[in-house]
Each structure stands twice: as structure tokens, then as C-alpha cells.
């Protein structure tokens, strides 16, 4: 997936309104949009192809899909077919259950980021010994996008050897969680960014400020 300027913006907003000012801001800066459960669950799944239209931008959906393969088809399918060009799935629930997803995004023609381990501290407790069976699933599957956490540089690092130098890793956890920009495009092609961008008086110039920061 191209990225531009390496930022993904987290729009994690909960009115449409909200969402158009921010990707707005951002718009010079920003053109790929991950969308969550935040905006989807408040503004319904079209905010995925409103926000598409409007902006033009590449949407990725962050449903974290973890269930039994054909819940997980069913939950695929209806977010490409709202326009979604990528899903966030959890690998913990096995490779029936993301091969589903696969599937599903090879009939669409979109894509599937395979969830590595999270960048949140609880995330040691339970996911975190089994990242690297995940990331390895990942590879034998034959999966080439990965979300892997900017908060553990060193974790970040050793799933990228798992995955390799030619998977695309995107990575949460940047500013509001800790992480910092530089350090995790050493290891990820693209940083995901959501409040220290559209909780800031002033998006624009912190998209500006955080692209600017990096070395492209
Ligand atoms: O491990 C993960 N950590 C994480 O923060 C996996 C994620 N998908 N996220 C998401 O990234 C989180 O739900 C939010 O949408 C975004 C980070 O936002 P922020 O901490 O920059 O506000």
C-alpha cells in the first residue's frame, strides 16, 4: 500500500463532522485514513466511503477481526464492500479464521493487515509470547501487510525480522501512547497517528510537523 509522507491518520473521532474537519486539516498532508469502531459504531459503516469520497483517500478499516472463520467472512466482505481498501485482523484466532479474511479481500481486490501485537501495556500479558507465532503464521500464509507497536521499538523490530524486509508494517502507538515517529520508521513503513493529531488545536501543523520530522 503507498502511504503517503509515511503517517497514517487514526481517526478516532465520533461525529462525522469531526471527521471531515480533521481529514480536512490534514488533507495536504494525509492520504490514508484508518477508520475504527469509534467513528464506524457512531456514524454507521458509510462514514468509510463518505470519507473516501470526499478526500479521496485510502481507507484502512480497523475491526480487529477475531472470530470463527465464517463470522469473520461475513465481516470482511461487508466492510470492502463498503469501501474499505484494507482490514485489521487479529492473528491470535488462528489461520482458518484469518485465511477467511484473505479470502474475502481477494474477491474484493483489497487488502489484509494481519495484527501482530499491540501496543498497549496489558498487551505483554497475553499477546505479546505469542506475536511471533502470529507474524510467522502471517509469513506462511503468505500475508504481506502487519501491524506491529511503535511503543516496543525492540518488539517492532524482531517481528519485522520475522516478516521480513519486503512485508509492509504499520505501526500505532506514536506520540499520545509514547512512541516516537523517527525511531519507528526505522523498523515500520508508516507510523499511525491518531490524538496527537486530532486532539491538537491545530491538526495541520502537527501533520506538518510530524512529516516534516522525518527522514523520507
Ligand atoms: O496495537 C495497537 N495499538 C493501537 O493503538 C493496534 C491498534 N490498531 N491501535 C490503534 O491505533 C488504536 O485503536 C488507535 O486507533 C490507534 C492509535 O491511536 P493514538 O494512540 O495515536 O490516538
Redo the contacts with the bound molecule.
Keep these: 500500500m503507498e502511504v503517503k509522507n509515511r503517517i497514517i491518520l487514526?481517526l478516532?473521532v465520533k461525529t462525522m463532522e469531526r471527521a471531515f474537519e480533521v481529514a480536512d486539516a490534514v488533507s495536504d498532508y494525509i492520504n490514508t485514513i484508518?477508520v475504527?469502531y469509534p467513528l464506524a459504531l457512531a456514524e454507521g459503516l458509510e462514514s468509510i466511503s463518505m470519507i473516501k469520497e470526499e478526500f479521496s483517500s485510502k481507507i484502512i478499516a480497523?475491526f480487529?477481526v477475531a472470530d470463527i472463520p465464517e463470522t469473520n467472512r461475513k465481516i470482511a466482505d461487508l466492510t470492502f464492500e463498503a469501501g474499505a481498501d484494507a482490514i485489521?485482523v487479529h492473528g491470535f484466532v488462528g489461520a482458518d479464521s484469518v485465511t477467511a479474511c484473505m479470502e474475502s479481500a481477494d474477491e474484493h481486490d483489497k487488502e489484509v493487515f494481519l495484527?501482530t501485537e499491540?501496543?498497549?501495556p496489558g498487551?505483554s500479558a497475553f499477546l505479546q509470547p505469542a506475536a511471533e507465532h502470529i507474524a510467522e503464521m502471517g509469513v506462511e500464509l503468505g500475508i504481506k501487510n502487519y501491524?506491529a507497536?511503535a511503543t516496543k521499538i525492540n518488539r517492532l523490530e524482531t517481528i519485522r525480522n520475522i516478516v521480513g524486509k519486503n512485508a509492509f508494517i504499520i505501526s500505532?502507538?506514536?506520540?499520545?501512547?509514547g512512541g516516537e515517529t523517527s525511531s519507528t520508521l526505522d523498523f515500520a513503513d508508516a507510523a499511525?497517528?491518531?490524538?496527537?493529531i486530532y486532539l491538537s488545536h491545530d491538526p495541520k501543523n502537527t501533520a506538518k510537523g510530524i512529516v516534516d520530522g522525518i527522514k523520507l
Design positions: 487514526a478516532d484508518k475504527g480497523d480487529k485489521i495484527l499491540m501496543s498497549h498487551a501491524v507497536p500505532p502507538g506514536v506520540g499520545a501512547q499511525i497517528v491518531g490524538r496527537s
